[in-house]
């Protein structure tokens, strides 16, 4: 169940995080974790921690915690999102982050960096290749997070590693760990 | 040891500290900027 949520909602701004209360330690959650082949953060709370800190005296207990940090919502005892009432607070909680985190608008140098972009592709395709990678290269310089922009200078510059054969993805990350 | 009268809500969840089934250390605060929900079960 969880699980399903966590593929409809997760991403960049949600986490299902799950604690294991089990003071006999991780070999009894395991085998249910890997069963149900979940992808969502599994933690073991042998001593339990959190309980005590909830001061919680059953389980299983749900938390909703914002992205401040600050504790919004909790059920103490009888959480159990296979019933419907939890299970819409949690697709509530997490429909609404969507909904807030918009894309940003780009900054003013990602947007420099796109202008770039097109001015190099530009000259690229006028057979202007250098004039055209020069560009390409302030470009990524500016907004390094741009895989695109990453990308498409790699491609140039390393042809090999593109168009013969598959693409070479461990290359692409090497070149990224390496700030390239 | 302090008696525990749990967490407000409306207030910063304190900072906790736990391990993954692989022994791998996670702070809850490691997910600022995310909204959380954990939930709390056990095998028993």
Same mark, same amino acid.
């Given at each position: ?6 593929? !409809? %909602? ?19 959650? !395991? ?41 919004? %919502? ?42 770039? %972009? ?9 057979? !202007? ?52 | ?44």
């Amino acid at each position: 169940m969880w699980q399903e949520l966590q593929q !409809r %909602y997760g991403g960049e701004n949600i986490q299902i995080v799950a604690v294991a209360v089990d003071a006999q330690g991780a070999e009894l959650p !395991r085998p249910y974790v890997e069963q149900a082949g979940v992808t969502f953060v599994v933690l073991l709370d042998a001593d339990n921690v959190l309980c005590r800190m909830l001061g919680a005296k059953a389980i299983p207990n749900g938390l909703f915690i914002d992205e401040q940090g600050v504790l919004q %919502y909790q059920k103490l005892g009888r959480f159990d999102v296979r019933e419907a009432e939890y299970r819409t607070m949690a697709e509530q909680w997490f429909g609404e982050a969507q909904t807030t985190a918009a894309p940003d608008e780009p900054s003013a140098l990602e947007g420099r960096a796109l202008e770039l %972009y097109d001015q190099g592709l530009k000259l690229y395709r006028e057979g !202007r290749v250098d004039e055209g990678m020069a560009l390409w290269r302030e470009a990524s310089d500016l907004d390094q997070r741009n895989y695109i922009i990453h990308k498409q200078l790699w491609a140039v510059e390393n042809p090999e590693k593109f168009y013969d054969g598959p693409v070479d993805f461990d290359w692409q990350r090497e070149q990224l760990k390496e700030g390239r | 040891m302090s008696t525990t009268t749990g967490v407000a809500i409306g207030g910063s969840f304190p900072e906790v500290t736990l391990p993954t089934l692989d022994g791998e250390a996670v702070s809850l605060s490691q997910f600022r900027g995310k909204r959380l929900v954990v939930f709390m079960w056990g095998s028993w």
